[in-house]
Structures are given as structure tokens and as C-alpha cells.
């Protein structure tokens, strides 16, 4: 393979040594390297009649499409950042993203544009329809008048090729910077243990404004396979799409799976064509991962990583994923280094570095850490407390809590997710897991709510399996007999549905809102 150094370059090097190979399938319709090069050109050119110069933000808000990759490696090809916006959010969230990027050209699937009338856009000059582009011009026609040769920009190996919003859980969504460098030096290898090659059939099925949706697409262009996308998480038509293209390569987040597992569809799926199924972005319970391996019968491989890092740093593989075996223990760990990544579990209060055992925040150094926060120093700052060095690496808070255990990494939640009872440090992670074995619930979640003498005490929120009806004092008894007691649920709410963010990460804030209602937050 021609060496690979921007995202722009995928499309160049696969469109010159496979023209005909076929790049890309939505819906039926199929591109191959050579239209989506051309087309990418095309796209290229009417950025730059937009007036986008070099690292000016041009910005996509849509569901799941073909025109998603054409327009981040147009950009690409003149040296401008692709912005993905949540289509999930209200119209003032997209708003403030879209105003915090500065972003010069907006992308927007037809069905968003009740959002865009709601919204004051400050710098956004020009606006692109997929679709019926009603008053604005649609995507077919903006291209069809730009030429389609390549402007070939020069592109910096440290230039940022890609800014994605982190999801907000917590106050405003910050603005990760990604260059090139961040994806391309560690594609590699990240190819090699994710089961990826030419012949590679990917499932793209997570939403592209996270980096499990548009850097996994990455991943399959990257390898010159072919990238069949699902516009959203439509489980059924997850299935067919899996068979009918017999997918080879797959990212799921554990909520996704979980629900697979309950689809009836499912147990009549042909899996034979999966070579890998990598999951991550959030925990998943063992009774999930155990079902999947059964149900899917391919090598599962895990993957702990943030936006902020590029996607993966750690890696569970195939080889130690062993359910009931005597590595099963590892099924709980989210696996060891890889690449040139180096981790270090500190103190979040005094910047210490515990001894391996001890909880504390996980700390990263890779190559693959964000450039910055766009526009944010003091984030930045934060984020990085020794600085960076001249080789562009540093230090990264990932906010994550977790220990270290033979050379393998064990998360417990976010660090701010922890639960001060009686001075008493408790994980939700390790409750849920604990609630999720139990045959006659479906979902769970765990926090911390006020208590007079404890400060803040354990509640479980869990979603009955279909046609069960677990009482609350059976809930408690059956997680004190897997758990200390300080950590098990001292009450227990039923909810229909339990709020996630695109990732899967459970809402946490959200959930403790109406108990910390009037009151000031005494941990944390």
C-alpha cells in the first residue's frame, strides 16, 4: 500500500491501485474508490468556491450516509477540518457547535432543517441539503458544478484533520482537534489487531459523529475494503445487511449487543462470515459478552479508548477472552497497552501514581492523544497538567477511573461517577455488573443519592426483563451475596428506559438530577 498520510490520501491511493474495487454500499447503491475519489475532488472544488481555506471548519449534521466521507475527504484534499455535529442533540446544542467551530459550510440531511431554522448561525456562509434542498441547493447539484480534479493542498502531518464534540455529559461539549498524525501512525497496527485487510467487509453502523462511527469507517477505507453503512440502529436491519454482504468486521457498542441478543431475528442470523466483532464505549457485563460470543461465534476484541485519544489505547484480543476458563477474570479488564501507548493510574487529588491495585484516574501518552480543544486553552491545560513535549506527546486525564492488574487495565467508571458512602469509595460499574447477572433484569444503572448519615448512599434503577417482576428487597439480597454490603443498593427504582448517550454511556447526571434537586452536592 502507497504510504497514507491524510485522509485525503485514502481515496488517491485505492482510487490508483483498485479503481473498480467497491468502496462504499448504502442502501443498494454502490461507490467504488474510483467515484468516491472523483467525487471527493468534486466536493473539494465547491468548498473552495465556498470560500474554505486551509483548516477552516466545514461542518456535516445528518444520519448515517454515503456523503459523510465524500465530504471529509473533500476537505481533506484542501487542508479543511470536517466537523461531525450530533443529530441527536436540540436545535441550541447543534447551535452552539456549530458557532464554537466556526464553521464555514454546513452539510444537513433534509430532515434536520427544522433544526436549522431554529437555530442563529454566526458564521456558517453556505448550506448544502442532502436531499430536497427546498430554498438551499442540495448536494447533488452544489458538486455537479464543481470540477472533479484534485486540488491536491498541501496537508500537514500535525494539521487537524478532524474535530468531533465530546458527547456533553457534563457542562458543554469541548471540541477534540485530530490530526492526521493521530490517525495514520497508529492505523497500522490498529489493522492488524482488529482482523482488517483488502478483502475486508466493515459494518458501519455507529453514528459518525462518534469516533466508534466515522474512524471505524476510517479504519475500512484505510485497509482499501468496502464499507457498508447503516444510516441508524435499526437492529433488524443490522442483520440482514450481515448476512446479505457477509460482513467481515464489525463495532458494536454493549448496549447494541445487548439488545441483539433479546431480537428474535438474531438466532437466525448466518455470523459465518465474521472474522471480529470489536465492542467498547462504554462497560459491558460479562452475561452480554459471554451471550454474544455464543450467539456470533467469531474472535471478540475489545477496545478502551476516548474521542480525546483517537478511539482505542487498550486492548483486550481474542486470545483472552475465555468464559469459564481460568482467564476468565480478564473479561473484566479492558486489556493491555498497544502501540506506543503508556498508561499511569494517578491520585485525581494529590498527582500521584498509585501502585498497581489501587483506583485511581487514568492517565494516557500516546501519539494518538488530541492535538487540543479547539479554541479552549484552559481546557487544554487541564487536560494535559505536565504539559507536552516536543514530539507532540503528553500526559492525557482521561477523567476515567481504574486500576492496574498484571499488566492489564480494570475500569471502574467515570472518576466524577464514584460514590462517597460513610468515606467509603464505590464504583457503578462493579453494581451493575453485579444487577445485570440477574436473570430478570434487563438494564441497569447505579448512583449515588443524598443520605443523613452516610452523606450519599447506593440506588440501582433498573429495567425489568420482558414479562418479570423483580422486588426490591430480592434486587438488594441477590447483589449481598456477590458484593460487600456498603456497595449494594440500599433502594431500587423500576425505569421503562434507562437514558444513554450515543455511545451507550448510561446519563448519569441526568438520572441524579431529581435527587440532588435543592441540595449541594457533598462528594465530588
Not at 467504488?32 to 465547491?46: G, H, M, P, T
Not at 446544542?93 to 464554537?100: A, F, R, T
Not at 450519599?456 to 454490603?485: F, G, M, N, S
Request: proline residues 5%; negative net charge; contains cysteine.
Amino acid at each position: 500500500m502507497s504510504t497514507i498520510a491524510s485522509l485525503a490520501d485514502i481515496t488517491r491511493v485505492h482510487a490508483a491501485s483498485q479503481p473498480d474495487k467497491i468502496a462504499m454500499i448504502f442502501e443498494g447503491r454502490e461507490w467504488s474508490y474510483a467515484d468516491l475519489d472523483r467525487e471527493s475532488n468534486q466536493v473539494a472544488n465547491a468548498l473552495l468556491a465556498a470560500g474554505v481555506k486551509a483548516q477552516d471548519r466545514v461542518a456535516h449534521l445528518d444520519k448515517n450516509g454515503p456523503e459523510y466521507f465524500s465530504f471529509l475527504f473533500g476537505a481533506s484534499k484542501i487542508n479543511a477540518v470536517g466537523v461531525a455535529v450530533n443529530w441527536r442533540l436540540a436545535a441550541p446544542e447543534m447551535e452552539y457547535i456549530l458557532n464554537h467551530a466556526g464553521a464555514k459550510v454546513l452539510l444537513i440531511g433534509e430532515e434536520f432543517l427544522g433544526h436549522y431554522e431554529q437555530m442563529s448561525l454566526e458564521s456558517i456562509t453556505t448550506v448544502v441539503v442532502v436531499g430536497d434542498g427546498g430554498s438551499h441547493v442540495d448536494y447533488n447539484s452544489w458538486i455537479a458544478s464543481a470540477s472533479d480534479d484534485d486540488p491536491s493542498a498541501e496537508v500537514g502531518w500535525t494539521d487537524t484533520s478532524y474535530q468531533l464534540y465530546t458527547s456533553g455529559t457534563t457542562g458543554l461539549p469541548k471540541g477534540v482537534e485530530l490530526t492526521n498524525r493521530n490517525f495514520f501512525e497508529m492505523l497500522p497496527a490498529a489493522s492488524d489487531e482488529w482482523y482488517f485487510d483488502t478483502d475486508s467487509v466493515n459494518l458501519v453502523a455507529m453514528p459518525l459523529f462518534h469516533i466508534a462511527g466515522s474512524g471505524w469507517g476510517v479504519v475500512g477505507l484505510y485497509n482499501g475494503g468496502t464499507n457498508v453503512l447503516l444510516r441508524e440502529a435499526d437492529l433488524v436491519e443490522l442483520l440482514r445487511l450481515v448476512e446479505a454482504y457477509q460482513i467481515t468486521n464489525a463495532l458494536l457498542v454493549p448496549a447494541i449487543l445487548q439488545f441483539l441478543l433479546i431480537t428474535p431475528e438474531a438466532q437466525d442470523t448466518d455470523f459465518s462470515s465474521l472474522r471480529c466483532m470489536v465492542y467498547g464505549a462504554s462497560p459491558i457485563t460479562e452475561e452480554v459478552l459471554a451471550g454474544s460470543m455464543n450467539l456470533m461465534g467469531c474472535k471478540f476484541v475489545q477496545a478502551y479508548g476516548l474521542t480525546e485519544t483517537t478511539g482505542g489505547v487498550t486492548i483486550l484480543r481474542s486470545d483472552d477472552h475465555d468464559p469459564g476458563g481460568p482467564r476468565a477474570h480478564l473479561l473484566r479488564s479492558a486489556g493491555e497497552v498497544w502501540g506506543d501507548v503508556e498508561l499511569r493510574i494517578v491520585d485525581p487529588e494529590t498527582l500521584t501514581d498509585l501502585e498497581d491495585g489501587d483506583v485511581g484516574e487514568i492517565w494516557v501518552k500516546s501519539v494518538q492523544n488530541l492535538k487540543s480543544y479547539w479554541d479552549d486553552p484552559t481546557a487544554t491545560a487541564e487536560a494535559y497538567p505536565e504539559g507536552i513535549d516536543e514530539d507532540g506527546r503528553g500526559w492525557f486525564r482521561t477523567g476515567d477511573a481504574g486500576y492496574m492488574s498484571e499488566g492489564f487495565l480494570f475500569i471502574h467508571d467515570r472518576v466524577k461517577d464514584m460514590i462517597i458512602s460513610g468515606a467509603e469509595n464505590i464504583y457503578p460499574a462493579e453494581v451493575e455488573n453485579a444487577l445485570m447477572a440477574h436473570p430478570e433484569i434487563a438494564d441497569a444503572a447505579v448512583i449515588g443519592v443524598p443520605d443523613e448519615k452516610w452523606g450519599e448512599t447506593v440506588k440501582a434503577i433498573v429495567t425489568p426483563a420482558a414479562d418479570c417482576d423483580p422486588q426490591e428487597a430480592e434486587i438488594i439480597d441477590y447483589c449481598r451475596e456477590r458484593l460487600a454490603h456498603y456497595k449494594c443498593p440500599s433502594s431500587v427504582d423500576r425505569m421503562e428506559v434507562i437514558p444513554r448517550n450515543p455511545s451507550g454511556k448510561i446519563l448519569k447526571t441526568e438520572l441524579r438530577k431529581p435527587y440532588w434537586e435543592g441540595k449541594e452536592r457533598g462528594v465530588n
